[in-house]
């Protein structure tokens, strides 16, 4: 690792946030930023816009005016460039092409295409590279946590959403649960729908609640719509649900288990949901089944909005990588109101999960705790 300058390090800033501006829009693919700089002034700038558009060190360079602009100046870039052929040229051989001479970049891109391939590449060829520390590093890492982990495992991310009372409840003992959060958060969770490829709840709040599970900014849809999962072990899903009747909005997955009638399985295939079998001896075993199978279909990151079971289920299968927990200010106060999850847990204090770097932060009346399980 090399010590930057404040200079570079206000530089690559400017790419992590070029690249927020990708969010929604470019997965299975990273978010990218570039900035083209000479003698401190930039040249250009760029970012991976949208899937199967041209990446970001492409977009910066052209926007700098080509080659002839941008021989002997530096690219900032928030990830290692690409250097394989995928469903855009390498962005290696941009950057030699442009007679760039020096590389900043932020963060290492961890899939088996990179890996420090493409930065050894452009120091084979004679361009100076720097690798960030750090702060820096750290910023960029946690901006790509849903390709870093897909492309070490091939699993998606998880987010597990949770909102409850002060007392820790997700419903009264009757199973109230609407609305324990307040609308600040009940519209920033619409923000974090079409930020992911794809939104999980289970078949008791698919049938209590009769959701849509589409992301909408205030009262207009959302342009990207993430797939629609539900974990319904038996095929229970009404076909007359809202989660198929908006179909044409966005897809829908049902996960089953081997034992789900072949009757109610092909009526859910004929109506247009895609059935996914989840093989296993238990839930638990049954999501890790799933997560699989979905990830192999490319689902980089799934927001999970579950009940208990199904949150619990996902806890005991150690499939959870983020929680965000909406603490709304009141109390239910009854030993039977619904906890957020109930699964199998922790036996000890010893063996039970611990989270990293917990923030909180107010939204509307709202506290909104968050914290990672694990970092990819």
């Not at 558009?53 to 021989?71: C, L, N, P, R, Y």
Request: hydrophobic fraction near 40%; proline fraction near 5%.
């Amino acid at each position: 690792m090399t010590v930057l300058s404040s200079t570079d390090l206000g530089f690559l800033s400017r790419a992590l946030a070029l690249a927020e501006r990708g969010r929604g829009r470019v997965s299975p693919n990273p978010l990218v930023g570039a900035v083209v700089v000479r003698d401190g002034q930039i040249l250009g700038e760029g970012w991976h816009a949208q899937l199967g558009g041209v990446h970001a060190e492409v977009a910066a360079i052209e926007a700098s005016g080509g080659t002839d602009a941008t021989a002997g100046a530096t690219i900032y870039v928030s990830l290692e460039p690409c250097c394989h052929q995928g469903r855009t040229p390498p962005c290696t051989d941009a950057i030699r092409n442009a007679g760039l001479t020096r590389v900043v970049v932020a963060s290492d891109d961890p899939s088996d295409k990179a890996s420090g391939r493409g930065l050894g590449i452009l120091r084979d060829d004679g361009i100076r590279v720097d690798v960030a520390d750090g702060e820096i590093r750290q910023q960029a890492v946690d901006l790509n946590q849903p390709f870093r982990k897909h492309s070490r495992t091939g699993m998606p991310w998880v987010l597990s959403k949770v909102a409850m009372s002060m007392d820790g409840k997700v419903s009264s003992a009757s199973g109230d649960s609407k609305w324990i959060s307040g609308d600040a958060s009940r519209a920033l969770v619409h923000t974090w729908r079409s930020d992911v490829d794809a939104v999980a709840v289970g078949i008791g709040t698919a049938l209590a609640d009769d959701p849509a599970l589409t992301s909408r900014d205030g009262e207009v849809k959302s342009p990207r719509q993430p797939r629609r999962i539900v974990f319904d072990s038996s095929g229970r899903l009404p076909l007359e649900s809202k989660l198929i009747a908006t179909l044409e909005l966005a897809p829908l997955t049902v996960v089953v288990g081997r034992a789900a009638a072949r009757g109610q399985v092909n009526a859910l295939e004929a109506s247009g949901v895609d059935v996914l079998v989840a093989t296993g001896e238990n839930e638990a075993a049954r999501v890790t089944s799933a997560m699989e199978q979905l990830g192999e279909q490319g689902i980089t990151s799934i927001l999970l909005e579950g009940g208990p079971k199904l949150n619990g289920a996902f806890l005991d299968a150690r499939e959870l990588d983020e929680l965000r927990v909406f603490m709304a200010p009141m109390l239910f106060g009854a030993h039977a109101a619904r906890d957020p999850f109930e699964g199998s847990g922790s036996e000890t204090v010893a063996d039970a999960l611990r989270f990293k770097t917990p923030s909180v932060v107010q939204v509307g009346e709202d506290l909104l705790l968050t914290s990672r399980l694990r970092e990819w």
